[in-house]
């Protein structure tokens, strides 16, 4: 569960860093790096699900 957290508190941070570096502007190039956060939140959620479910011996593996 602490693994958990972590990971949530460093893509928070990947998120407000990434929202704020928009050197050549427009909404465009924002919008992509916020899909692009939100994406790589999505698969640290995942792998987080997925090594907890490998540390109890599930045996679906899958999140």
Not at 42 to 62: P, R
Request: charged share 30%; net charge negative; glycine share 8%.
């Amino acid at each position: 569960m602490n693994k958990l957290i972590l990971i949530f508190s460093i893509m928070f941070t990947a998120f407000t860093l990434t929202a704020c570096d928009i050197d050549e502007g427009g909404a465009e190039e924002f919008g992509e790096s916020v899909d692009q956060t939100a994406e790589d939140i999505g698969n640290s959620i995942e792998d987080a699900c997925e090594d907890v479910k490998e540390g109890v011996k599930s045996k679906d593996t899958d999140c």
